[in-house]
């Protein structure tokens, strides 16, 4: 049997016309999702937002594996997707391995707080890291964090966010001031000085969205890190050397799933999205 990537499935169908699942504990994954359109205008994509498990950073990682599991299952089986990316940091340090272990011939993306693109950024070699608990605390991100830190040129000071995700989720703008305020100022000093913090990583798929008021509170120098833009391009190049992009000749679809409330997603896509066409809920 050929080990070739294939262009068509078993019904002859062409593999490149197959959507790209994407999927988080929530809203969160929408800031990769905008960044995957502008990347991949041809591409019909299916979100998926677990609502009504989020948020997941504060779970113990045997919930987080199951659902990780079984969301991509229902991407396969129901959906026939081409690639999958895991729009969510929590959910990658938890699952990923396992996931690529249980589907071995599809391209899986995961996001990872950008610990290397923050390390060449800053100036003073101190960095700020806002994540779940469970990014922080997971084998993965520790092992990544340690290979960067012994170096010894940079500093990584870590701040588990508890709570800002599920502000964020539920649009609770006097939650999201007050965590934000703490969380940064826990930090400690923020700005250009000798040993200060100038570089500020947003290791979790939510926090773009209140990247304004992070910027607000840490002042217009300090400099803020996200990954949607490389998440997004690392899904073109997998599937270029499949053969499996779509093409631009068309403009791709959106369709939205959710555990939780219809409306509450809608209405994160209505703010947050990039207005394109969507393909309704379901
Ligand atoms: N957006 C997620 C992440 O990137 C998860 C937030 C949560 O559910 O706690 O980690």
Request: overall charge negative.
């Given at each position: 049997m050929s080990l070739a990537p294939r262009s068509v499935d078993d019904e002859g169908?062409?593999?490149?016309r197959r959507p790209i699942g994407v999927f988080d504990?929530?809203?969160?994954?929408l800031s990769v999702l905008a960044a995957l359109r502008a990347e991949l205008p041809g591409e019909d994509f299916v979100y998926f937002s677990d609502a009504a498990h989020a948020?997941?950073?504060?779970?113990d990682d045997a919930f987080v594996i199951e659902r990780t599991l079984g969301i991509a299952r229902r991407f396969v089986e129901?959906?026939?997707?081409k690639a999958l990316v895991v729009a969510c940091n929590t959910a990658t340090a938890a699952g990923i391995e396992l996931l690529r272990a249980a589907y071995p011939g599809l391209p899986i993306i995961g996001v990872e707080p950008a610990l290397k693109p923050a390390a060449a950024a800053t100036l003073t070699g101190h960095v700020g890291v806002l994540a779940t608990r469970g990014t922080l605390a997971s084998r993965k991100f520790r092992t990544l964090h340690d290979t960067l830190q012994g170096g010894g040129q940079v500093r990584f000071s870590l701040m588990p966010c508890d709570g800002l995700a599920g502000a964020i989720e539920r649009s609770d703008a006097s939650a999201i001031a007050s965590l934000s305020k703490q969380y940064l100022a826990a930090l400690g000093p923020i700005g250009q000085?000798?040993?200060?913090?100038d570089t500020l990583v947003?290791?979790?798929?939510?926090?773009p969205f209140i990247a304004d008021e992070l910027q607000r509170l840490a002042g217009p120098s300090a400099r803020l890190i996200e990954t949607g833009q490389p998440v997004a391009q690392q899904t073109r190049r997998l599937l270029a050397a499949k053969g499996q992009l779509a093409g631009e000749a068309a403009e791709g679809s959106l369709r939205l799933l959710t555990s939780g409330e219809d409306a509450a997603l809608e209405a994160a896509v209505a703010r947050w999205l990039p207005a394109r066409p969507v393909v309704a809920l379901h």
């Amino acid at each position: 049997m050929s080990l070739a990537p294939r262009s068509v499935d078993d019904e002859g169908l062409p593999v490149s016309r197959r959507p790209i699942g994407v999927f988080d504990s929530g809203v969160g994954g929408l800031s990769v999702l905008a960044a995957l359109r502008a990347e991949l205008p041809g591409e019909d994509f299916v979100y998926f937002s677990d609502a009504a498990h989020a948020p997941y950073g504060e779970r113990d990682d045997a919930f987080v594996i199951e659902r990780t599991l079984g969301i991509a299952r229902r991407f396969v089986e129901d959906h026939g997707i081409k690639a999958l990316v895991v729009a969510c940091n929590t959910a990658t340090a938890a699952g990923i391995e396992l996931l690529r272990a249980a589907y071995p011939g599809l391209p899986i993306i995961g996001v990872e707080p950008a610990l290397k693109p923050a390390a060449a950024a800053t100036l003073t070699g101190h960095v700020g890291v806002l994540a779940t608990r469970g990014t922080l605390a997971s084998r993965k991100f520790r092992t990544l964090h340690d290979t960067l830190q012994g170096g010894g040129q940079v500093r990584f000071s870590l701040m588990p966010c508890d709570g800002l995700a599920g502000a964020i989720e539920r649009s609770d703008a006097s939650a999201i001031a007050s965590l934000s305020k703490q969380y940064l100022a826990a930090l400690g000093p923020i700005g250009q000085g000798a040993g200060e913090i100038d570089t500020l990583v947003l290791g979790c798929t939510h926090y773009p969205f209140i990247a304004d008021e992070l910027q607000r509170l840490a002042g217009p120098s300090a400099r803020l890190i996200e990954t949607g833009q490389p998440v997004a391009q690392q899904t073109r190049r997998l599937l270029a050397a499949k053969g499996q992009l779509a093409g631009e000749a068309a403009e791709g679809s959106l369709r939205l799933l959710t555990s939780g409330e219809d409306a509450a997603l809608e209405a994160a896509v209505a703010r947050w999205l990039p207005a394109r066409p969507v393909v309704a809920l379901h």
